[in-house]
Nanobody, 117 residues
């Protein structure tokens, strides 16, 4: 089974920055789109950013202009740089391999981002 291991979360003050990383064991990593999801308390999981196999990025309106997604195919990693964090960015963040826009594998443990006011 493919593993997705997220890291980089933590407690951050509003207005601060944080960078999340995800290492993916998928051997054909470069062939797939990748996404970052988040799930806030008492809310459903939502896609916040994605980067295609062709390195095209898309963002949810709520994070557009503040978050940047990137990937390093040589290292099988996808990164989410988060700036100007808001309290409503507080969530568990998950990375995921995407196939036709849908999650391809089981979810990893995620990494918790807690933005304090």
């Amino acid at each position: 089974q493919v593993q997705l291991v997220e890291s980089g979360g933590g407690l951050v003050q509003a207005g601060g920055s944080l960078t999340l990383s995800c290492v993916v064991s998928e051997r054909l990593f470069s062939n797939y789109d990748m996404g970052w999801y988040r799930q806030a308390p008492r809310k459903t999981r939502e896609l916040v950013a994605e980067i295609t196999r062709d390195f095209t990025s898309n963002y949810a309106n709520s994070v557009k202009g503040r978050f940047t997604i990137s990937r390093d195919n040589a290292k099988n990693t996808v990164t989410l740089q988060m700036n100007s964090l808001k309290t409503d960015d507080t969530a568990v963040y998950y990375c995921m391999v995407l196939a036709h826009g849908s999650p391809l594998y089981a979810w990893g443990k995620g990494t918790l981002v807690n933005v304090s006011s």
